[in-house]
Nanobody
């Protein structure tokens, strides 16, 4: 079955760093673009970062560009999100997601909480 195991979330002070990990299984990982989304209470879900199947191209949401880096290790079926210079407004539940194309819904992980506070 399709499964995502997410880790790396937690509490960090402003200016600090975290690295989120999403370990995937049950589908042809290398064929799928992968994304990180986030959602804070009372706010819409928003795209954080996106990476193609080979890792050759990445895209970032405006609020995280220059601070976050998405990467993947296809040998380990794993995608990462390195988060630097964290701000309180980065506080949200972060979700790993696989893009299955226009005809099929995305796969979603269970989410991992990131809290940025002093």
């Amino acid at each position: 079955q399709v499964q995502f195991v997410e880790s790396g979330g937690g509490l960090v002070q402003p200016g600090g760093s975290l690295r989120l990990t999403c370990a995937a299984s049950g589908f042809p990982f290398t064929s799928y673009a992968m994304s990180w989304y986030r959602q804070a209470p009372g706010k819409e879900r928003e795209l954080v970062a996106d990476i193609t199947g080979t890792g050759s191209s990445t895209k970032y949401g405006d609020h995280v560009k220059g601070r976050f880096t998405i990467s993947r290790d296809n040998a380990k079926n794993t995608v990462y999100l390195q988060m630097n210079s964290l701000k309180p407004e980065d506080t949200a539940m972060y979700y790993c997601s696989a893009n299955r194309g226009p005809r099929l819904p995305r796969y979603w992980g269970q989410g991992t909480q990131v809290t940025v506070s002093s």
